[in-house]
Each structure stands twice: as C-alpha cells, then as structure tokens.
C-alpha cells in the first residue's frame, strides 16, 4: 500500500514540473521522464502481492503465486461395540473402555504451498491433531512446466515427502473425499507417503495423467496400514510405483460428465518382514486390529489395481479391486485382495468435480443462508461396500467388511458437516485370537472447514 502510494505521489509531482514548464519545453524529457516513470512502476509491481480468496488465502505477484491453507476436522462417533468388546476383552485384547464412542480431532493442518517464476514448486504441510508431536504430511519441491522448454515429453519433477501415486481413493484429498474415512480396501494396500523423486504430466487438459516414483520403505506416516522391516545388514528397502488415468468420456461443454479409468502399480525389494492389518470405521479410543496378519518374513511384493469412476450430473459411481502378491517362500507366497464400490448422488443437484485424475473441490449451487435467506446449501448422500481379505495359505489375517451410508451437508465451498452410520463385520480365524468373528455399528459426525 505504502509503495502504490510513494509511486503515485513522485508521479505527480513530476508530472506538475514537466507539465508546469513552458510549452516550448522539450519533449523529449517528457517523455523520458514518462518512461522512467513506468519502468519503476513496473518494477515495484513485480515484488507487490496481490492478497485475494479463493476458496483459500492467495498472494500472487508476477514471480510467486502462494497458498496459506489448512484444514480442521473434528469428529463425535456414537458405537455400539458390546459384542465386540466383550469378545475382544474375553480374549485378553483390551479392557472394556478401549472402544469407546467420543469425540476427536481427525485432522488440524496447516500448510504452506506455490509457485515461483514459473517453473519452481513447493509445499509444506504439517499436522497438528496430537498437538504434542506434530506430524509431517507434505513436504517437497518441485521443477514444473517446463515442456516449453526443454520439449513435450519433459515430465514435471517433484522430491521430497508425498503420497505415493496408487489408488484414486488414497490421492483424492481428505477435504474432498465423500465419506468421513477412506475404505479400508485402498488404506490397506496404498503406500501412503514416503519419501520419493516422482515423475508426472497431464495431457489435454487433464484427460490423460501418468506418474511414476522410485520410493523409500521408510517414511512418517501415522496413518500406514501396513508396515516393512527391513534388513539392518542390507540396503533399505526401496520401491517402484506407477499411475495412468485416462477420461474416455471427457464432455468439453459439461464438467458434470465424466467417465474414469485407471490403473496402477508398485513392486518393494529388500525387505525381510512385512503386516497388514486394518481397524474398525470409528478412531476414538485405543482400536485394535480387527483383522491382522502379524508380522511375517517377506523377500518383496507387488500390488496392482484398477479404477473406475463415472459422473454423471449428481450421480456418480467408483469402485477399485486391489490385489497384493507377497513374495514370502516361508508362508506359501501369498495373495491378499481387496474391493469397494460406492455410489452417491446430489439432491439439491451438483455434482463431484474431477480434476487430472483424481476428486476436487465441489461448490454448492448456493450458500447457506444466502438469497435472502432462502438457500441451505448442498446435499449429498451415498453408500459404500468395503471388503479385504487378508487369509491366504499359511498367513489367516481374517476378513474385514464395511457398509456405510453418509448424508454430507455442504454449507459453502469450504464448510461441511458429515454424517456416517456404519457397520463393521469380520471374519477371523482360530487361531488368532486378535481375528474377531463379530459385528459393530456406530454413527459418526464430523464438522469441517477448510481454506
């Protein structure tokens, strides 16, 4: 503010003398004096943010385009888990408090994103809902568009910590997902983030997506389902991922008509243990693992999967099949798979918005409470089914099933409040006393704003 006001004041005041001088003065100072004048201007606007809203807090300048966001997610489960704890406690697995209902802070983040001159990126993200050990989510630098350049089939570049490109439910945001928790069928088997150097690019507009990432085993991720050991005596495990989408059905003249396909895949060498296991829906309380394999020896693994995803104004569909082959001689090498299939659909008519291969932002026809009080927002419901199986040959982890329906109420762009009931079913084995043959049901709430 104070330099727009110092440039128009010298703009003036040179404007007065040259202005105020007779008129046999000579034109070419004025108009010398017109160019520096300019020049400067242009200068200090190059350093000078633009701050504005969009669904977010941006400063722009003609170098650095930046993002200050964050997210707050509380969540209030309501279970009826008596079978099930009783069981569980009978077993010697926990005390009869451990699940509970309650209330939690799911997610309180904070981060730090942009662009610079064109062809830098970068992106700091931490998470605060324990707030005595914050954790690390996003944090990498990037080498962008530069296709101009150095020609069309040079890839974006990014390093650092991320997710790693598998499954379209693990990549859509947790601002933008339909239900309060990802299924289980993708949690279980995605790799979460680690620390990688990834390769991507979008063609056409989007329609066409691909990444490839080399990745390290180890990586901060609270959030992991499955964990690797890796031999002390050996290099650390690494590992190979891969992604391509492609829009068949990509309508130009309507965003609410889109058909996805997808697939993807990734390989981990150098590992001598490896467990998967899966909880229940609700995250109050100490959960346990309702379905577990223990920690048993591993030489490598493979996993692939596909998708499928179809909008069509405000219905839409998405399933994914996930299989895991584990390269473990000792346990009969095994296979673990898993599916979901979820369906939802806008009765006050929007529709999810798709953007390069994965689910964004959706933005209510109206806010609440706007036009004169009139408008209430937007509403969605939908269901999902949810399955894994992890009992193949030696390794009985059990099988875990998920039915959920959720009524999701967006008050505007960045505000919604979500409902879920649900319930959880699993089937164990003998054996293992941690596999549990029972049922629980809950109902979950969760008030949400982002920027």
Sequence with gaps: MRSHFVISAVAVLLALAVFASPASADDDLRATIRDEISKWSEANDDNTFKVHWKNGLRLDSKNVKMKIGGRIMIDHWFVDDDDLVAAAAAAGQLDDEDYESGVEWRRLRL??????????????????????????????????????????????????HFKVPFSLNELTSSKYITFMERADASSVFAPGRRYQVMLHDSFRGGQLNYAFSYWLTEGVDEEQRFEFDNDEDAEDGY?????????????????????????????????????????????????????????????????????????????????????????????????????????????????????????????????????????????????????????????????????????????????????????????????????????????GVRLQVDW
């Excluded at 993200?125 to 990498?140: G, I, K, S, T, V």
């Excluded at 059990?398 to 959720?406: I, K, R």
Aim: net charge negative; glycine share 8%.
């Design 111 to 160: 981060y730090n994103a942009g662009k610079m001159f064109k062809h830098v990126e970068w992106k700091l993200q931490l998470d605060f809902a324990n707030p005595d050990e914050p954790e690390l989510r996003d944090a990498y630098f990037g080498l962008i568009d530069m296709d101009d350049c150095l020609g069309c089939a040079m890839p974006n570049i990014r390093i650092g």
């Design 239 to 443: 590992g190979f991922a891969g992604r391509i989408t492609y829009t068949p059905w990509y309508d130009c003249e309507c965003s609410c008509r889109r058909l996805h396909v997808g697939v993807g895949a990734y390989a981990v060498e150098d590992i001598t243990e490896i467990s998967f296991s899966a909880d229940g829906y609700s995250r109050v309380g100490d959960t346990i693992a309702l379905v577990d394999t223990n920690n048993f020896p591993a030489e490598a693994l493979f996993a692939w999967n596909v998708e499928l995803a179809l909008v069509y104004g405000p219905f839409s569909l998405q399933a994914e099949y996930y299989s895991m082959d584990v390269d473990s001689p000792q346990a009969g090498d095994p296979t673990f798979t898993s599916w979901y299939a979820m369906a939802s659909y806008w009765l006050t008519g929007e529709c999810r918005n798709y953007k390069k291969g994965v689910f964004s932002r959706v933005s209510p026809c109206c806010n609440f409470l706007d036009n004169d009080c009139c408008c209430y927002g937007g509403i969605e419901i939908a269901v999902r089914y949810d399955f894994v199986d992890l009992s193949d040959g030696a390794i009985q982890g059990g099988e875990l099933t998920h039915f959920v329906v959720g009524v999701n109420w967006h008050l505007n762009p960045n505000a919604r409040v979500m409902i879920n009931w649900f319930t959880t079913s699993t089937e164990g084995n003998a054996a293992t006393l941690r596999n549990l043959d029972e049922d629980y049901t809950g109902i």
